[in-house]
C-alpha cells in the first residue's frame, strides 16, 4: 500500500466524509494506519479557511473506527473461530497483514482482560485493530462492546489530534509528513500512559474508603 500517495491525495481532498471513510478501514483489518489520517487533519483544522473544525475531525474519525470496529465484529461472529482462522493464514489474510497468530494473540488479550480489553486494546499496537475480532467471536453483549470501543477509539483519536494540533503550532505543511513518523514512535508510549492513568484511577476509587459513620450513643 502507497501510503505516501494515500497521504497526498488525503491532503488535497480532505473532508468529514473521508476522514470517517479512511478511519473506518484503519478500523477494519486492512492495514491502513491512522496517524496518517487524524493528525493531518488536525493539523489542517488549525490552517485558516480550511474548513475543518478539530473537535469534528475527532468526532468522525471516532465514528469511522466505530463503523470499522462494528464491521469486524459482525463478520467475526457470523463466520465463527474456525474461519476467522483459516482465512488470517490464507493468502489474502497475509496481504491484510494477518496471520493466525496475531488472531490468537487478540483472542488471548481479550479472554484475560475480559469485556474492557474492548476499551483498552484501542490503544495498544498489534491490538488495535483486531481486539473487535475476539469480540465478535466471544458474542460479547453488543452495548457494552459499542460503550468500550467509542471510548477507547475516542481517546487514541484525541491524543492523534493533539499530536496534529502540537505540530501546526511550529511546522509546514511540506514538513508535516516526516515529523509525524518522527513523533509517531512515541505515539505508543502516550496509549501506555493513558491506560496507566486510567488503571490509577479506577484503582484510586475502588479503595478509596467509605467514611465510617460513628453511632452516637444516647
Not at 462494528?70 to 467475526?76: G, S, W
Amino acid at each position: 500500500m502507497d501510503t505516501l500517495a494515500i497521504y497526498e491525495w488525503f491532503m488535497e481532498n480532505m473532508n468529514y466524509g473521508w476522514i470517517t471513510l479512511l478511519m473506518a478501514i484503519e478500523s477494519s483489518f486492512i492495514p491502513f494506519p491512522s496517524e496518517i489520517v487524524v493528525p493531518p487533519a488536525a493539523f489542517k483544522a488549525m490552517q485558516p479557511g480550511s474548513g475543518l473544525n478539530i473537535y469534528l475531525v475527532v468526532v468522525f474519525a471516532t465514528l469511522g473506527a466505530i463503523l470499522g470496529a462494528i464491521f469486524n465484529y459482525y463478520v467475526a461472529m457470523w463466520i465463527g473461530r474456525p474461519l476467522v482462522y483459516k482465512f488470517a493464514d490464507s493468502r489474502l489474510g497475509h496481504i491484510c497483514l494477518l496471520n493466525g497468530e496475531k488472531v490468537q494473540k487478540a483472542e488471548e488479550y481479550f479472554d484475560r482482560h475480559g469485556a474492557i480489553s474492548t476499551f483498552i486494546g484501542r490503544l495498544l499496537p498489534a491490538i488495535r485493530q483486531l481486539i473487535s475480532i475476539p469480540a465478535g467471536l466471544a458474542r460479547m453483549h453488543f452495548g457494552k462492546f459499542l460503550l468500550y470501543t467509542t471510548l477507547g477509539a475516542g481517546a487514541w483519536n484525541i491524543v492523534l489530534a493533539v499530536l496534529g494540533y502540537w505540530l501546526s503550532t511550529f511546522v509546514e505543511e511540506a514538513q508535516l509528513r516526516a515529523q509525524i513518523e518522527h513523533y509517531n514512535q512515541y505515539l505508543n508510549y502516550v496509549g501506555y500512559a493513558v491506560i496507566a492513568l486510567i488503571v490509577v484511577f479506577i484503582l484510586y476509587h475502588a479503595l478509596k474508603k467509605k467514611p465510617v459513620s460513628k453511632e452516637i450513643s444516647k
